[in-house]
């Protein structure tokens, strides 16, 4: 009985570690993705170890009967893993948060008294400032940090939403690893996507589903990579504004 106790362990070790040589690519590559889409300053490395850790708890934690694929469950976690690290860094500045918050506040006013989408125009409005300006502010943000959904959506606790992610719910991924009514959150996340202008709603599909980057982007839409920039920034304040009574 000991013996194969003992053998049955050994199986174990063995699988263990064979799995994580086999799906360590996965580490560099999604790695990879990130950083084309992260400003100079994060390093490339720090993301690799933070997916290493993620493809490690994967392994550890991967039930055949929960799981789909153990490489589907690395992925999922890996990804998750360096999510975690890019949140943890919090590069925005006090300033950075103020613009944030003041598109944020300008859209939701905007929004609530007229009750359909608000036009750049009538942002720029509301903020009183010019186009240009408030474009260069959506540069700005862009720039000072990975940009993602996730940073954007608390939950009422204000925590930042850690186990569901925007890219879960465009995808309709089933993961047991959540904990949440997720049906919901995608009905509530479709309808404020819907919201958005054809030229919002595609960068969306490119950006999260198709997982293009943001320069591949310009050029399926051919425009510049900063316009794309833009773009994007402007869709996550706007979502996060129209999702703030959800989570409140």
């Known amino acids: 009985m000991?013996?194969?106790?003992?053998?049955?362990?050994?199986?174990?070790?063995?699988?263990?570690?064979?799995?994580?040589?086999?799906?360590?690519?996965?580490?560099?590559?999604?790695?990879?993705?990130?950083a084309m889409r992260l400003p100079s300053s994060v390093f490339f490395d720090e993301l690799v170890s933070a997916g290493s850790l993620g493809l490690?708890?994967?392994?550890?934690?991967?039930?055949?009967?929960?799981?789909?694929?153990?490489?589907?469950?690395?992925?999922?976690?890996?990804?998750?893993?360096?999510?975690?690290?890019?949140?943890?860094?919090?590069?925005?500045?006090?300033?950075?948060?103020?613009?944030i918050q003041d598109i944020t506040k300008a859209v939701k006013v905007i929004e609530d008294q007229k009750g359909s989408a608000a036009?750049?125009?009538?942002?720029?409005?509301?903020?009183?400032?010019?186009?240009?300006?408030?474009?260069?502010m959506l540069t700005n943000i862009h720039g000072a940090s990975v940009l993602s959904l996730d940073e954007f959506i608390k939950t009422k606790k204000n925590d930042t939403y850690s186990k569901t992610r925007f890219q879960s719910g465009i995808k309709g991924c089933d993961n047991p690893a959540d904990s949440?009514?997720?049906?919901?959150?995608?009905?509530?996340?479709?309808?404020?996507?819907?919201?958005?202008?054809?030229?919002?709603?595609?960068?969306?599909?490119?950006?999260?589903?198709?997982e293009l980057t943001l320069k591949e982007i310009g050029e399926v839409l051919t425009l510049t990579e900063s316009r794309i920039c833009q773009i994007h920034t402007a869709i996550l304040v706007?979502?996060?504004?129209?999702?703030q009574d959800y989570f409140n």
């Open 2 to 34: 000991k013996k194969q106790h003992q053998e049955n362990k050994t199986d174990e070790d063995s699988w263990r570690e064979n799995s994580i040589i086999e799906y360590s690519y996965l580490v560099k590559h999604i790695a990879a993705r990130f």
């Open 56 to 99: 490690i708890d994967a392994v550890d934690k991967f039930d055949p009967s929960k799981h789909v694929s153990l490489k589907t469950y690395a992925q999922y976690r890996i990804k998750g893993a360096i999510l975690d690290e890019l949140r943890s860094m919090d590069t925005y500045s006090r300033s950075m948060r103020k613009k």
């Open 119 to 136: 036009t750049d125009d009538e942002i720029c409005e509301e903020l009183g400032v010019s186009l240009e300006t408030y474009y260069d």
């Open 180 to 210: 949440f009514d997720k049906e919901e959150f995608k009905f509530i996340l479709a309808q404020a996507i819907k919201t958005l202008s054809k030229k919002e709603q595609i960068v969306v599909s490119l950006y999260y589903f198709d």
């Open 238 to 243: 706007k979502l996060k504004a129209r999702l």
